[in-house]
């Protein structure tokens, strides 16, 4: 049985990840992260997931290794809802993809296992607030934006009435 829940990116977004990481976050420029499409509509306490990054674990290292060559795979997963990520200008994408790294860590003590998750300072966080000052509301906009995409596209697929 296929697993059509998950697709990976393409070049270009892989890079536009990379260069929002190296302009924000150049203390993670040793993060190997693979960056894959949710191709289905995700939820959490009501609201959409437009992304969502992941630290993986010992067997999702083991079964990515390959694709480094290297004693380790991916250290994080960054999930990008493709249905929206395609409607959003290029300035919101970069809001959602920092908004994500922002939950990475770095601990430059810690030789073993540098990286952690962190949740938010307040509802976002607060590097992110100064960041967003011109459209504090980004989030709600793009939200909306993406509830009603959702709508449309739910009454596109519904096809005719029945008799």
């Known amino acids: 049985m296929a697993n ?13 990840v990379d260069t929002v990481r190296n302009k924000y976050f150049p203390e993670l ?15 959490n306490k009501g609201k959409l997931v437009l ?8 067997l999702i290292r083991h079964h990515t290794k390959s694709e480094f060559g290297l ?8 999930f990008l809802d493709k249905f929206i990520f395609n409607h959003i200008d290029d300035n919101d994408k970069v809001r ?18 540098p990286y952690r998750l962190v949740g938010h300072d ?12 011109d459209d504090m509301r980004w989030a709600e906009r793009v939200m909306e934006v993406a509830m ?16």
């Open 122 to 133: 307040v509802e976002d966080f607060f590097e992110e607030l100064q960041l967003n000052k």
């Open 29 to 43: 420029s040793g993060l190997k992260i693979n960056v894959l499409y949710d191709l289905k509509k995700r939820t």
């Open 51 to 58: 992304g969502n990054i992941k630290k993986t674990d010992d």
């Open 71 to 78: 004693q380790d795979g991916y250290d994080f997963i960054l």
């Open 4 to 16: 059509n829940r998950y697709e990976d990116v393409p070049e270009e977004i892989l890079s536009f």
């Open 148 to 163: 009603a995409l959702y709508e449309e596209d739910k009454e596109n697929t519904k096809g005719p009435a029945p008799f």
């Open 96 to 113: 959602l993809i920092r908004h994500q790294f922002r939950h990475v860590f770095y601990d430059s003590e810690n030789d073993k296992d």
